[in-house]
Nanobody, 114 residues
Framework: VQLQASGGGLVQPGGSLRLSCAASGSISSRNATAWYRQAPGKQRKLVAVVSDGGSTNYADSVKGRFTISRDSAKNTVNLQMNSLKPEDTAVYYC?????????WGQGTQVTVSS
């Protein structure tokens, strides 16, 4: 299983970005996918997760601004990020669980700055 994250970049405060995590390989239809982020000098933290049933959970810091969604047909999970703030600056990673196995994608840098 491989995960390919994309969509990061530089954006001004208040702007939007859309991250995508594309999975390839032996993917079961029953899985959960999450986005994490890691700011410089800080621990990696959960941002949002979507279950195989489509239920979602978000970190309090991004509720109402970020939306996680999945396209099962394309094995892709997206993170729509709106009203971005400088404190959202971090490397964003996707993570996929298939049963008891967990996989990380490579990170994608998001920088929010004027």
């Amino acid at each position: 299983v491989q995960l390919q994250a994309s969509g990061g970049g530089l954006v001004q405060p208040g702007g939007s970005l859309r991250l995508s995590c594309a999975a390839s390989g032996s993917i079961s239809s029953r899985n959960a996918t999450a986005w994490y982020r890691q700011a410089p000098g800080k621990q990696r933290k959960l941002v949002a997760v979507v279950s195989d049933g489509g239920s979602t959970n978000y970190a309090d810091s991004v509720k109402g601004r970020f939306t996680i969604s999945r396209d099962s047909a394309k094995n892709t999970v997206n993170l729509q990020m709106n009203s971005l703030k400088p404190e959202d600056t971090a490397v964003y990673y996707c993570r996929l669980w298939i049963g008891t196995q967990a996989y990380w994608g490579q990170g994608t840098q998001v920088t929010v700055s004027s």
